[in-house]
């Protein structure tokens, strides 16, 4: 199975760097190891020795070097040996290969591709744990599925009404299988939009409410979704094209797909809301019914993905109206695919 | 790995399918969903949703209808889609998969293979639950071993005394690996039958009985037993031959060995006792041994199915005379292979 | 995955076979059967009934003889099958493989390969459970990975300065990594010797020692050491040749590594003190120490394994002057397996 390298990866929140120790990630199939320099600022190194291949995120942080614990080799940031136990020097071109990483907007992203190409420019704005405009909740869930079954199902939001029936779906009044988004290409990705007409507000306000959602679906599976709550009648009186009213709610969901390697995938998620109009009782109400709710995909998707190891290759699967911004989505990662392939061979 | 498709496989027992929703069973490696309608008829459809390959059996029954859900497509007993939430009309062609299916003798059968060739006639009279002449109790197991390893056990009951020995076994006084039987090629199986002479009815009026076993091995594994018991002299007085006397006491086996998939395979198992001899506590008792025994099988035979594993293809194996039962069923499973693979490629 | 035949092989603790039944091991991929005749000693047999191979660890030893308790074969200890129940005798040449076998130094040892090469006499000497110039305590652990990874770990003990930090390395002020043994190649495999310097000794007189630690390893992977203590100085006085002073304290370690398939192995291992030294207590606090130790080892090597599984072949790994001896040994292995393939192909 081949992945986009030429990509900026969500290896995991910030807070899982809040502890003492390295933390090993796999990337699209490559094993990785983050730590904090003394500073802070966090390191990606391969989660190899260049010794014996014994895995660095069981080592040691001493200030900005990481030490194996298997043999004491110490590496510096750059991911150079600077020292051998029981030798007077460090012998030249023992390193462990450096990826490019950044933190920001809580998540650590890394880029397994070429180094030459990483620009920090290239991540998307997210919203950030620490961001005042917004309480935040985060978590995390492992996968036993391709990531593109989790991008099929992100980019879809029709199966709310179903998979998420007393969660996140009919439960609120909104029908997403029957209110159509508007689907447009990005750079990177889609802007899946929709108005949801006269849907109940379980939180906030309370009452009815026009909701317009948006969100940005991007490689290789971010969804960074927000949505404002207006009164009834704000949608008809937009034309139905995007608010230009003052919202009375908002929430934010920052969420991102990383392939782990081979039908093994990381889910990252985190729900907001407006800090204007939440408390953290009302954050952690929301953040219960995300749990329930991605409880629930995980159960359907790795589901799904033991049908799809049971069948046949070719059995044909129908194509519907909902299925568009999957389709361009997956159409998008091929072409990625492929223009790599394309670099490499010529 | 092949099997046989054109046969009535035991996908359940009937008491499976008395909860509200569907169930999802492996059957030959083809994943299916059985549900009942309405008016309690059950149906089975491939558990794979034509639109994009999610389990129907996470899927909601609606009156005769099964609704997948992870995008809520509608499909009809037929496994024609009849609804694609927000669609007017549901496009042609999207159907799921119907099996031939039916209920009988408290079992759900389904049939594989080509639907025009699955008639009920073929399916073998068995007892049933809910037989008055019998009080019986089920269970089931799930076995990680090839069906066939079951099959050869069920065929040679010689290994009643040493892997039952304290359940089924020598406990009883019959001589299973000593007291050889008939052994008659029948339609789709074999008849075995053997008297057991003088040994002790370990229920029932108690003391010692001769007793007549008489069971019909068909395919794919269906193990249908009447054991009767008479007083002593009863087997000399009938020349050996089957019984024409009253019995004292009876018992039923109705067994069924499904293969799942490769090395996986499901045992479902009913003891019963004549309702004329019995009572629930007898019964329960009776299962209790049942169980036990079951439990020597399984791990017995997965313990086999991991040295076959381990063991060079060619590997010679002794033929014993016990194996003549297990050797003409294997025989009888190749010779429905070969002929199915004839009518496929003429 | 090949593995050298025609080597003793340690099977098991004598311990282990202190129960009334058979035990089964996995020996370089081979099922084997052990247990003790009626007069104590052992017999290895194939793990695999030559009827239906099922596996005879589940049979009933009968005397000097061993029930296969499937269909109730009873064989020998030659392997060769006496009964067949409902068979008047035996038909000949059912026969389970046996294998040579020699209880020695409270080790099973058993020869997987040419048995006309089985000679007892290339069993190393190792010290013994029940030696009286020792008291000592076994144990084992199953590894997820291949047996060459023990080895590495073992011929090279500069770890344990860092896997072992707060158990056997700097927590008794010796430099493994900082103090280079002397390697030298015997017969099957290497001896390793080295002087501690002023080191602590955690238990016996306690202060300050110079400590010689002197071991043989040996194919598959057998550690067999001598620790002896001596007051500060006498490192000096020897020339920091080998001692020839007498000792404070006195340890022994006899471990071995067993390969039991494709990246399965299992470390069989003990600790002892010179018995004039040590009371229980201090051999159950050594064992402590032990134990934990080697549960850190079990966790690098495993995580080391994965690393490896995931390391495309030809990824290069430095060479440093810790590895002399692993790489001697792992040389040692391959021109074993060489010769072996010649000897078959001539």
Redesign the interface.
Same mark, same amino acid.
């Given at each position: 199975m081949s992945f986009i390298r030429n990509l900026w990866y969500v290896a995991a929140w910030s807070t899982e760097l809040a502890g003492t120790g390295p933390i090993g990630r796999?990337i699209i199939?490559e &094993?990785m190891v983050f730590y904090r320099q003394s500073d802070g600022t966090v390191i990606a190194l391969e989660? %190899?020795c &260049?010794?014996?291949?014994?895995?660095l995120s069981?080592g040691r942080i001493e200030g900005d070097d990481l %030490?194996?614990?298997?043999?004491?080799l110490l590496f510096g940031p750059d991911g150079v040996?600077k020292q051998?136990?029981?030798?007077l020097e460090a012998?030249a071109?023992?390193t462990a290969r450096r990826f490019p990483v950044v933190e920001r907007h809580s998540w650590i992203w890394v880029w397994p591709g070429d180094p030459a190409l990483a620009d920090p420019a290239m991540i998307p704005q997210a919203f950030g744990l620490d961001n005042p405009d917004w309480v935040m909740k985060e978590g995390a869930l492992d996968y036993a599925a391709d990531y593109r079954l989790l991008t099929?199902n992100l980019t879809?939001l029709?199966?709310l009404?179903?998979?998420h029936?007393t969660t996140l779906g009919a439960a609120t009044g909104a029908r997403w299988?029957?209110d159509?988004p508007s689907i447009s290409p990005i750079e990177g990705g889609l802007l899946i939009e929709r108005w949801l007409i006269n849907n109940s507000l379980t939180q906030g306000p309370g009452g009815r409410a026009d909701s317009f959602s948006s969100y940005r679906f991007l490689l290789p599976g971010l969804f960074l979704m927000n949505t404002t709550a207006y009164p009834p009648g704000t949608a008809a009186a937009c034309g139905y094209g995007r608010p230009n009213a003052e919202p009375i709610f908002e929430r934010a969901e920052q969420q991102a797909v990383t392939p782990v390697g081979d039908k093994r995938s990381r889910y990252l998620y985190a729900t907001g809301i407006g800090s204007r109009y939440a408390s953290m009782a009302m954050l952690e109400s929301r953040m219960a019914v995300i749990n329930a709710a991605f409880a629930e995909d995980n159960?359907?998707i790795e589901?799904?993905q033991?049908?799809?190891d049971?069948?046949p290759a070719g059995?044909?699967?129908?194509f519907?109206?909902?299925?568009k911004a999957p389709y361009l989505f997956r159409h998008l990662i091929e072409r990625r695919l492929a223009l790599e392939s394309d670099q490499l061979s010529s």
């Open positions: 796999t199939g &094993p989660d %190899r &260049p010794h014996r291949h014994a895995p069981l %030490r194996c614990m298997y043999h004491g040996c051998v136990p029981g030798s012998p071109g023992v099929d879809d029709s199966h009404d179903f998979t029936e299988s029957e159509h159960r359907m589901a799904q033991r049908v799809w049971a069948t059995t044909p699967r129908a519907l109206p909902q299925d």
